[in-house]
């Protein structure tokens, strides 16, 4: 399994604004960590039979319309800072969380037309330090509004907004 909270290699490192039209191809570590605003719509794939690999994590605004796919997490959002995720692409871990939410509250728009999926038997989106989650797409597994990733269940309060979405959980 891949250590969230561990040093990994990533193929871009911080930066102000960080705009992806191409692809990103892992094999463990992570693709983009660490830059304030991140927007992808290209693919940012885990290679077949590659490690265990994170997109995107550490980020304070993520749009994507394109895909991000990952046998981790396909996004980790910031601990710290508030962060806000827009989907209108896919977003879809083989083997984990789709979506983990820090420490800090975290919004997670999924549009029209966006997808959001865990792996087998984990949730789609989990959220540690509140926020909400709005659903006009669909979202494949549970969304856990109060996860705590020590057990048990996160101090934080958070929503979900139907907004004509499909929730398969």
Request: net charge negative.
């Amino acid at each position: 399994p891949i250590n969230l909270y561990g040093a990994r290699a990533s193929a871009i490192n911080g930066g102000l604004e960080v705009v992806n039209k191409g692809d990103i191809l892992l094999n463990g570590g992570s693709a983009i960590a660490g830059a304030l605003t991140v927007t992808n719509s290209g693919m940012i794939v885990e290679v077949s039979g590659g490690a265990a690999a994170v997109g995107v994590s550490s980020f304070r605004d993520l749009t994507n319309s394109g895909t991000i796919r990952t046998s981790g997490s396909a996004v980790y959002a910031s601990d710290y800072s508030a962060s806000t995720v827009r989907n209108s692409g896919t977003i879809e871990s083989t083997g984990a969380r789709a979506i983990i939410g820090g420490y800090a509250p975290t919004v997670v728009v999924n549009e029209s037309g966006g997808t959001i999926t865990g792996g087998a038997g984990r949730e789609a989106i989990a959220l540690s330090g509140g926020g909400a989650v709005s659903n006009a797409g669909t979202i494949n597994g549970d969304v856990n509004l109060g996860y705590s990733p020590y057990g048990g269940t996160s101090y934080a309060s958070g929503a979900y907004v139907d907004r004509g979405g499909t929730l398969n959980d």
